[in-house]
């Protein structure tokens, strides 16, 4: 054999070893697809869980990927998430948990009227009830992010000046303590999802919504109900599930690495994304024309208060851990706020 014949062949073995080791670190790589049902613009998306996914894909970069799926292109529509996550079609997705009623049945004291300030405080508020093991329906789950929105306010197509203008309008609530605070208020819960709200208000189906800043321009409702009452409804939990099974059979590293950057720090970060868009729409709205905002005054807030009061003390007195949730959250808010 010539010189110049064993020096191509000891290239060319090296070469296919070269690319043996490339091929098998390639495939040591465990990569996890994330469904989002929501366009790619959503800003949960876009600022919380992009920067989220590329954090960890470069930390974990040979260890752990995730494949991201916005638009519904893995899985489609907010009701067929965690199902799709429990039989394994995702590894992780985006929930609202309403969605699959009774599933969570603990979520319900983040919706409690007239408790929570803010989508910051309620986000970590939610975290921290979680990570105290209050919450069922999670057993089956790794969480990487459990957030709520900005709590709602109520925008309808007549004007409300006050709670007595709200007697007897149809209103679309998303659930049984939504629907309670809006019966408490003399006026006619209606249940449908989100994304048929506006339709359905243009229609006169509806004569409007409960709904916070960002929700009402996603879904096209701040074109059709245009008189905004802002006063302080419930929030609705939201969440990242990721199948429990999948994550336990992670390599201890991919695992730390998710861990990391999961949790409070997350939820910390979605309260701040969401915060400050609704900061933003309110100014952009107040500054539309035809656009009404009240902001009631000591005496209405009074009143208010007082009303959804006895919306609270029914569902601590209904639930059957109703005193330790309301208790454990009024507790973690009170933290929150003294930091």
Known sequence: MSLKLRTNLKLTVAATAAAMM??????????????????????????????????????GAGIVRID???????????????????????????IVPAYTPGRFP???????????????????????????GLL??????????????????????????SMDDLKGLKLRAGGPVASAAIKALGAAPVGMPVPAIAENVAKGVLDGSGAEWNVMYAFKIIEVAKNHYMQRLGTVPLTVLMNKERYESLPAKARSIIDKHSGEALSRKFGDVHFAIQGARL?????????????PGEKEVARWNALMDGVVQNWI???????????????????????
């Open 283 to 295: 100014a952009t709205t107040k500054a539309r024309r035809g656009h009404t905002i009240v902001s």
């Open 106 to 132: 603990d979520n319900d004291v983040m919706e409690l009227p007239g408790i929570i300030r803010d989508v910051k405080e309620a986000s970590i508020a939610f975290r921290r009830l979680y990570d105290r």
């Open 22 to 59: 490339m091929s098998g670190a390639a495939s040591s790589e465990e990569v996890l697809k994330l469904s989002f049902f929501a366009s790619p613009k959503d800003p949960t998306y876009a600022d919380v869980l992009q920067p989220w996914i590329k954090v960890i894909n470069a930390e």
């Open 136 to 161: 069922r329906g999670y057993g089956d789950f790794y969480v990487p992010l459990l957030a709520t929105t900005h709590p709602y306010a109520i925008h309808t197509v007549k004007p409300v000046k």
């Open 68 to 94: 991201a799926f916005p638009g519904g292109a893995l899985v489609r529509g907010p009701a067929a998430q965690a199902k799709a996550v429990s039989n394994g079609v995702a590894d992780l997705a985006w």
């Open 317 to 339: 007195n209904s639930h059957p851990k109703g005193k330790e949730l309301f208790a454990a959250l009024k507790e973690e808010l009170a933290r929150i706020r003294a930091e």
